[in-house]
């Protein structure tokens, strides 16, 4: 070893180090140098063009009044063409026909029977508590005075899901047969999935006209996803070996399928079937818009007349409705449920009372169980049904429904008495005033929701807008979406949304989307400097966690429109109700998918950066956050596209923008073009963002190796 | 329990076809199945073939045939395709050339129909994780081949029943499989198998995913069965003892094609290539090799003393020969005495088995 060695060879490595530092940075220029060059290029084209503003009216196809042309045809034809008098009508009226008996048939039910039954099944299904809860909330609708609003709704729903479940079930189960036809689903189904609930009425209204049929039609075209892809999946999920030995015996197709693959794919095809009751009650409510009824039409009118008490009561009737059904479907899609006579969360099982309840509860049930299975084993006997003396409680219970009945129809007594009354719509209304009044400027200060209001109008909603919208000349924004979608998915991605982008300009929406645009990225911004932060502390504590999953589950159940009106409450209408119910409607994606992603980081991996020392922050910043982009941007992801079915609603409390016009479009006959044409630029503006942010979660998939 | 049935029948001179016939099985998996299947004609390695055309050679030209009453076990390592082979025996795959014939009849002609109805009546399988249907009690499992063809419920219930009764699950009938442990769960699989009286039954690595004692016993139940039912059973295992234990026959298959197919006896007393060498190299030799193949043949004097079997394996005649120095007499089946057995001749060949171990470990030694 010479004395040279020891000296050179460091120099050696620093030099390479050095290098390795040099290339590193270098690479970084070159990355930010392309950023920099796009954003030179579009403030050049900017400078150049800067006297262009929005788009040229000259540009935009007169796509609405073809539409309306095309309306006019429909309306003189509807008595005649074949294609009328052959499909549309007969199926319309079959729809309508099995809707007015499913509505006759519920509120010929006497109103006990109708709290009895509901309760029964919560009990049968979820255990006594949730069906004493159960009990309470279907009072609860007659006790507002909604009970045939109510109703209504719950027959729309019922159609609306019959028809989704058979045209679903069987399409998800050739789908999951045929490759071919899964394929040709796929992109169908996604983008029916992408688009907010409210495009679906527009082109049912041309077809069909303004009223309850067309409502189940869009209805059953939003809803009809879930089912279709839960039936599929459910089937395909059927381990191989299983369906392998029912050919190995020799089953048919057909017996395979109705033994093995589709009791199998039984929890999956309900999880679907709860996912499209819960989708149709979010557009059933949307629906009054197009003269469906019900609730929906409660919640509309009264907050077009600014009754926000009354709006408030009639929403918290379908959430209610949208929770009762939300977990009566779930328990039953979960196998071997349990009857449990528990009243008090378990917790509380200790506490001598509740026990004394819970202990005469059982001895109750024990008895009326000993009953019905008297009952039941006579009747089996009786009338030679062996499987009825395997359910007493049933038989107990369906013998007194009938009973219950018959006592209605003998007496007359079926309305819901007015007796039983309850309104909190005064206070509420007080409460509006209050707010006004009180917390618009808190104490006479400049701080309160009037301030918020302004501000977020002011400093964020109000310039984006005029940016986007005139002071950027057209040509750069459609430039920078080029650009953008090119740097993400490259060529084939940037074609397709760079076509979206100028798109709106030809439908003649430049200004409005811009405008439904702006609110989305202030949206979308607050749900995430919301959401990520509350997703990362959810991650960090079990309690945190455990205390947030109620609010965000209640959050999920809400229907999108009902959500607006609390919001209201506070803030008045306008822009910034919209925005913030789009935050609280987004909200649950954004926190959940970073927990989930935090909490999927492989225990090793943080256990390894905490050995070598890492503080929490450190962890948290170099291991977890990075291994959980993929799921935070599939969270992002969803944010944006949550966020943009809210903002497209609020057009209906004054939110202005893409929604507002085709609200416009679906009240009246005269501007169905225009809403129409508005409508499509709500699925053009859905699918730019849907294609850009899937893009960009693809490139943090770590299979896919990106960076 | 060498094929008795067929045996008696060739020995009495009557020619008895074997229940299942292989000729020339190939399986290839991918796209351009006509430019593997030329290639392969052209005698091209199973790896110029993925090479050239992309597509997997599973099962190349597997030839076979399996008597009446007999236990034709398939033995190879992960990868060698023998769950293609046997799925190809009941067309559950579809074989890309070759033919199977199940009593003369060539099952590749058969349309769906008759392919079910072959399967309902004729073949049944056993699968490496049970394949048990979760949402059907124990009872609706094993009935299920008799539900397919249409039986009544008493019926199917009558002869389930019967079958758990025999596997020993006649307690468990109500509950679900996965209320059930893995050795009986397979005792399940084994009865449903068993439900629809099949001449031929199908194991698919039946026992692997099972514990080794829980898979000896069903292993030892298994040849009791087969000693009372004598039906006609190709089982696949990737494990060489159990092989050794089960098999009348064994065909050790190695990328998709037979190396070797005989006798356990044969197999471990002269395994055809280094390959097979290395699998009988702690192969419990005595267990398989008969005093037939190591004793001396009859020149002259016949030695005093009782005869042992012809038949007999080592681990039989080992006591005797410990105990004494002296050499015994070796009788056939007719009690004739055909030659003598001693100590150095049993020594001789576990020393072998044991030089050629270490030989192999060189990568040296040659075959015998």
Known sequence: MTTAAPSAAPSEASSTIEARLTQDRQRRIRSGGGLAIGVAVLVAVQIALSSLGGFPESLVIPLADWIDDARRWVINNQTSHWSFSFFFNPVSDMIDWGLRAVEWFLLWLPWYVVVGATAMIATSVLGLRAGLLTGVGVLYFGAIGLWTESLQTVALMAVAVAISVAIGVPVGIAAARYDRLQQALRPALDAMQTLPAFVYLIPVVLLFGVARVPAIIATVVYALPPVIRLTNLGIRTVPAATVEAAEMFGATPRQTLRKVQFPLALPSVLTGINQTIMMALSIVVIAALIGAGGLGQVVLVSLRGLFVGRALEAGLAIVVLAVIMDRVTHGAAGIGTRRRLRLMPDTLAHVKPIRWVEGVLSSIDGGLSRAGSMMAVRMSRKLGVEALGRHPRKVLGGALLLAGTLVGAVSGRVEFPGAISFSFADRIDWLVDWVRDNLYEIGGTWFGTGWFSDSITIYAVTPLRELFSSDLAWPVVVLAVALASWRLGGPALAAFCTACAAGLGFLGMWTLSMDTFAQVIVAVAMAILCGIPLGVLAARSDRFERMLKPVLDFLQTIPSFVLLVPVIIMFNVGRIPGIIASVLYALPAATRLTNLGIRQVAGEATEASRAFGATRGQTLRKVQLPLAAPSIIAGINQTVMLVLAMVVIAGLVGGGGLGLETVKGLRRTDSVGSGFVAGMAIVLLAMLLDRMLQAWTRRFTPVEGGN | ?368
């Open chain 2, 1 to 368: 329990m060498v094929a008795a049935a067929g045996d008696e029948a060739e020995r009495a001179g009557i020619e008895v076809a074997a229940p299942l016939v292989c000729t020339e099985i190939t399986k290839v998996f991918g796209e351009d199945l006509a430019a593997a299947m030329a290639l392969l004609d052209e005698g091209a390695s199973r790896q110029v073939v993925q090479e050239r055309t992309g597509c997997l050679i599973a099962v190349r030209d597997a030839t076979f045939s399996v008597e009446r009453g007999e236990i034709f076990v398939v033995m190879g390592l992960s990868g060698s395709g023998k769950s293609t082979l046997i799925r190809c025996l009941s067309r559950l795959i579809e074989p890309t050339s070759g033919t199977v014939e199940i009593d003369g009849t060539p099952i590749g002609d058969l349309d769906d129909e008759g392919l079910r109805e072959l399967r309902r009546s004729r073949l049944s399988m056993v699968f490496q994780h049970f394949g048990l249907f979760p949402h059907r009690k124990v009872i609706d499992n094993v009935a299920f081949g008799l539900e397919i063809q249409g039986a009544t419920k008493a019926d199917r219930y009558e002869r389930a029943l019967q079958v758990l009764e025999v596997v020993g699950l006649k307690d468990w009938t109500d509950h679900f499989p996965q209320q059930l442990s893995g050795g009986m769960q397979q005792r399940v699989g084994l009865a449903r198998a068993l439900c629809v009286e099949p001449e031929i039954l199908f194991f698919d690595e039946p026992f692997s995913a099972l514990d080794p004692l829980i898979r000896r016993d069903m292993q030892d139940e298994l040849l009791s069965l087969q000693a009372s039912m004598r039906r006609t059973l190709v089982f696949i295992t990737h494990d060489f003892h159990e092989a050794l234990k089960l098999g009348d026959r064994i065909a050790i298959m190695k990328d998709g094609e037979f190396v070797q197919v005989g006798t356990p006896e044969q197999i471990v007393s002269a395994p055809a290539d280094e390959y097979v060498r290395e699998f009988t190299e702690d192969a419990p030799k005595t267990k398989v090799v008969t005093v037939g193949s190591v004793m001396r043949p009859l020149d002259g004097e016949t030695p005093a003393g009782e005869p042992v079997s012809v038949g007999a394996v080592l681990d039989d005649v080992l006591p005797r020969l410990l105990a004494s120095p002296e050499e015994l007499c070796v009788a056939d089946d007719q009690g004739q005495v055909v030659g003598t057995v001693d100590r150095d001749q049993v020594a001789a060949l576990l020393d072998e088995g044991s030089r050629a171990g270490a030989a192999a470990g060189d990568r040296t030694a040659e075959p015998r």
